[in-house]
């Protein structure tokens, strides 16, 4: 498929006509290739290009993408969030649930929990007990916010999930204990 066109015409002179012309071409280009990619068929093609869509070839790249896909969803459920068991704690709602993701060489933790019981100053209370495979290989400490403070989360290299109140004051009963925070196994 060909097409010619002729090149715009400058008119140094006269800039408002230039400015014309070249719309006028811009638009029968435009027209033009509207026209070519519509119309294109396999006869526009080399027939090495036409044999990339031939059915054995289509039925080729279908079978990769199942297979990529297979591999996608076995990784997504083996990269899946699960539920922490709480301790002492219950989950503020399904939600916001504490919640852990293991990502092989990475554990992320987070969500919302209410502590059952008031946590006095300078006591430590496990918030809960990881499984194996959440377990680090050494004691990680991160933090989580109760309002305006901060209380200690640690890792254990036993599972143990523990939060530390190195504050002056008593954590209410209830009160809300929002974390998010990552360690490495």
């Known amino acids: 498929m ?3 066109m002729r090149s715009p015409v400058y008119t140094p002179n006269d800039p408002v006509k230039s400015v014309k012309q070249l719309h006028s071409w811009l638009y029968q280009l435009n027209e033009n290739l509207k026209f070519m990619f519509s119309n294109l068929d396999s006869d526009n093609f080399t027939s090495e290009f036409s044999a990339c869509f031939s059915e054995e070839s289509v039925m080729k790249t279908q079978e990769e993408i199942k297979k990529l896909d297979e591999a996608l969803r076995e990784m997504s459920q083996e990269c899946a969030w699960e539920t922490l068991a709480l301790s002492g ?6 939600q916001d649930a504490p919640r852990i993701l293991n990502l092989g060489g990475q554990a992320y933790v987070a969500g919302e929990a209410r502590i059952l019981s008031p946590l006095s100053a300078g006591s430590n209370v496990i918030l809960a ?6 377990r680090p290989r050494i004691k990680q400490e991160s933090f989580c916010r109760w309002g305006r403070a901060f209380l200690i989360l640690t890792v254990h290299e036993n599972g143990e999930i523990s939060v530390f109140n190195p504050l002056d004051e008593a954590v209410d009963q209830n009160a809300a204990l929002s974390f998010s925070f990552s360690y490495g196994l």
């Open 129 to 134: 007990q990881l499984s194996q495979k959440h």
């Open 89 to 94: 704690f219950f989950a503020g709602g399904d």
């Open 2 to 4: 060909a097409f010619y």
